[in-house]
């Protein structure tokens, strides 16, 4: 097990090697995994291993001192929790470990807070959705309905009924979440709050003469597929980004239905049909407040560079198949002369 390691130290607290006389880092952050193995401290680094041999004094000592090492305790800090009455002793770890590149400061790193990077995130989102709403045929109903068909209005509640009638179970996927306990109690009041929300469609399109049996034997467009799908992978395989865009879709949810509601009382849609829009819109405000996803990322202290611009291409992707979801919703009602794509008729 240990043949790989190329450097044995002496033992603690002298540590005796070079001595360089750099300046030291005044946030120090370990930029190596560490394992411990009998009595050494190994330190791992793409294929590199270093190792300190230590006493049974010093090793819990060690221990606890490279564990905050983690760009956020000082100098300072570091050198009165290791030995105070002998800062040169942390000192002289530290030359050793920045020697063979096995530190960094976080002085000199950007530190991205999960917050700061949601914010970023939303306001990208927000920002692509503003530049396509041209291309967007249902950004959204409101502003000229002149235009809208009725097929449109009940279009719009049949692929957004597929859409949340597998939310929850979206949300499912992300329930198990190692990274963080409180996270995970976030998660379950996401899925709490999202089960069986679909629930105000039902009653709506029950009230024009669609049942349940229809709606089980209903396909949604391809689009919606696509959209439910997506939500799927991030929330099974890139879980964090899946978090990013809650808030987001919390607040669109609330905002195109608020105008969807609009659209439904200026074309006189029956009242039973309303007043389920209206409880629905009721619940995308509650969500909204709740802002789960902010909630999130505030227990997130700090996302790296690396994945924070691997986040910010994923919302490319993530707004066209959202604004793609609405485009085909426009242009297959508009011209469609049924409302139900049935499974029995294929």
Known sequence: MLDNISVTDAKLPEFEGKQHKLPLPQYPKLAASVNQYQNQIIFSQQGRDFAFQVNSQSEKALHKVLTMMD??????????????????AINTLLRYLDDKKLLDDADDIKINSGLDVLLELENLSYELVKNKSTQNQLILIAPDISNLSINIIYGFAIEAYHLLAHQAYIDA???????????????????????????FLIEALNSIGIDNEDLIDTMPLPQTTAMCNSLAYWASFDTLFYFS?????????????????QACESLKVNYSFIESIQNLVNHFQKSKLDNISHKIFQ???????????????????????????????FYYYSSSTSLLRRVSDI
């Open 173 to 199: 996927s992300s329930l198990s979440f190692q990274g963080s306990t409180v996270i995970r109690q976030l998660i379950n009041q996401l899925y709490c709050q999202e089960y069986g929300q679909d629930k």
């Open 299 to 329: 227990q997130i202290s700090h996302i790296d560079e690396q994945t924070k611009q691997r986040l910010q291409r994923q919302v490319y992707l993530f707004i066209e198949t959202y604004t793609n979801y609405h485009n085909t919703i």
């Open 71 to 88: 760009g956020k305790n000082s100098l300072t800090k570091l050198q009165q929790t290791f030995s105070p009455s002998n800062p040169e």
């Open 245 to 261: 865009i809650l808030g987001f879709l919390a607040n669109q949810n609330l905002t195109n239905f608020t105008y969807y509601l």
